[in-house]
């Protein structure tokens, strides 16, 4: 079963960017869905933005314009750009792949 890590999560002013990796142990273009969660403190974790393997992506309406959600296939890695990072964005952020989860990277924005 393949197992997914995120990194490149940490702390940034509003208005920064950052860029997330969720690194798969194997082969990523097989997996149809891979989604990119966040769950802020004393919050249910949601859905931020999600890719297919057929090319399809969606975002939440918060983060329309500012994130983008890519696969690089041959790095068998999923990222995650985020720009004009707000306060609000701050949370642990989740990739699932299938049934997979990773173990989350800490995004705080905050001056």
């Known amino acids: 079963q393949v197992q997914l890590v995120e990194s490149g999560g940490g702390l940034v002013q509003p208005g920064g960017s950052l860029r997330l990796s969720c690194a798969a142990s194997?082969?990523?273009?097989?997996?149809?869905?891979i989604t990119w969660y966040r769950q802020a403190p004393g919050k249910q974790r949601e859905v931020v933005a999600s890719s297919t393997n057929t090319g399809i992506n969606y975002y939440e309406d918060s983060v329309k314009g500012r994130f983008t959600i890519s696969r690089d296939n041959a790095k068998n890695t999923v990222f995650l750009e985020m720009n004009s990072l707000k306060p609000e964005d701050t949370g642990v952020y989740y990739c699932k792949g299938g049934s997979v989860w990773g173990q989350g990277t800490q995004v705080t924005v905050s001056s």
């Open positions: 194997g082969s990523i273009d097989r997996i149809l869905l």
